[in-house]
């Protein structure tokens, strides 16, 4: 449990002073409030989705309908939280005068805390409707991001998120499984800290 001093404080995991306007690629995980696995599970190493994961996979997929800015690259539904590769366009990149919040501190629009914003407040919506849960956590408030450098990063990072169903039960975010603080990859690597910075106890009370 967090000290008293930092319960109900908000930490920012984003990179400092970074533009996330800018043009390039994002290796994107949002994971479940409390890590509850809502969306479905694996079987034989394949994740067979539920009505929710479903309605997930979806709307990560309408991203791209409504936006024209961002392209989307590898994505995968897990039991407990999403992977995906965000790409915003060389032309959103450019228009770079508007800052990355407005003046109320809110994520300004085309931004990337916007896109996945949206993208949750979606999901989570029409997962609530379906389940008669209106008002319900879905997600962890916050989300995960990794800045890709490379085409041949990009490349890694596709590989890695193909392969996660099959990883499984060595997955950070696996409530059951074998993982050890030990990454087994360099991605994995994002998690263990992610988890470090965000505790259990920092996701209730957020229905976004």
């Known amino acids: 449990m967090a000290p008293d ?5 908000r930490r920012s995991i984003r990179l400092r002073g970074f533009d996330y306007r800018e043009a390039g690629a994002y290796f994107i995980t949002v994971c479940t409030a409390n890590r509850q696995c809502v ?3 694996i079987v034989d190493g394949a ?4 009505e929710f994961g479903k309605i ?25 939280h999403v992977h995906g590769v965000i790409r915003l366009d060389e032309e959103e990149g450019k228009a ?22 949206a993208f ?48 499984w039960s060595e997955d950070a975010n696996n409530p059951n499984g074998s993982f050890s603080v030990q990454p087994q990859s360099e991605f994995d690597e994002i998690f263990v800290g992610a ?8 996701t209730k009370n957020k229905s976004q």
């Open 195 to 202: 988890r470090r910075a965000l505790p259990l106890s920092a």
């Open 39 to 41: 969306f479905g599970e």
């Open 120 to 167: 949750k407040s979606a999901s989570t919506k029409r997962i609530n409707e379906m389940r008669f849960t209106l008002g319900a956590s879905i997600w962890q408030r916050n989300y995960f991001e990794h800045i890709i450098r490379d085409e041949q990063e990009l490349n890694r990072i596709g590989e890695y998120i193909v392969a996660n169903p099959a990883r």
């Open 96 to 117: 770079r005068l508007a800052p990355t919040v407005d003046r109320f501190g809110r994520p300004a629009a085309g931004s990337l805390s916007t896109i996945v914003g």
């Open 56 to 80: 997930v996979e979806e709307e990560w997929y309408r991203t791209a309908i409504l936006r024209s800015q961002i392209s989307l690259d590898a994505f995968v539904v897990m039991p407990n």
């Open 5 to 9: 001093s930092q319960r109900g404080q």
């Open 47 to 50: 994740m067979a989705l539920n």
